[in-house]
């Protein structure tokens, strides 16, 4: 913690020191202290819009995770549909997500549905990706010496594959973490009128950019939080359960 504190300190007192040097106009580049006193004048609006980027997170993000740990093990039980459904994941992947989030909002509409499917788009992947290969990952010897004891294909699965599994299912929730509140507000950019990224929306057109910078110090917070609440929680008892 005191060296999270001191690195904060480091670089705010690098960001005065640019501006100091250069003369940058604060419509450019706010200093800490203009940022500091956005947050506090505008706590109440920040507040209402962190809360609700906040839940587009978490229900995101469970749905993400979810879906993810569905496709990885269909995948991992069958391999014809893994030929089937593993092209489909990575090409979901190349697509960029500014360029689906405006379609998804045309779909789904301008309420919390489409912010919560872009969010569980830049989830799914990285859950589903890591748990897979956990899944797929488990030593031949032990699969066979199971197979040998009179194990069936879901015995092994269960009691052999998804224990050793865990682990990476536990790496895959720490990055899905840290993207997920990026996805939130992505969508509120898209299409939204509530939330951090609605925020940053209306105070850039209004040229308020210590106002844009309070915000993205909001979402930087969430994305640091909420990737230490998986990793401290969630994560760790996933790795605890296989241990």
Known sequence: MIRISVT??????LWQGVIL???????????????????W?????????????????????????????GLALQMAVSGRLRSWLGPVVVVSQTIPIFALAPILTLWLGYGMAPKLAVVALVTFFPVASAFHDGLTRVPQARLDLARVMGAGRWAMLIRIRLPSALP????????????APVGAVIG????????LGAVM?????????????ASLALVVALSLGFQR???GQVAARLERYAG
């Open 188 to 195: 509120e950019w898209v299409g939204g009128s509530e939330g």
């Open 8 to 13: 904060v300190l480091v670089l705010l007192a």
């Open 41 to 69: 004048t505008h706590q109440g609006v920040l507040a209402t819009a962190f809360l609700k980027t906040l839940t587009e997170t978490l229900a995101g993000f469970a749905l993400g995770a979810v879906i993810g740990c």
């Open 21 to 39: 040097a250069t003369g940058l106009p604060p419509f450019l580049l706010p200093s800490p202290g203009a940022v500091a006193r956005a947050l």
């Open 201 to 213: 929306l209306h105070a850039n057109g209004r040229m308020r950019i210590d106002l844009v910078f």
């Open 168 to 179: 990476d299912l536990a790496t895959g929730l720490r990055l899905a973490a840290v993207l």
């Open 229 to 231: 609440l998986i990793a």
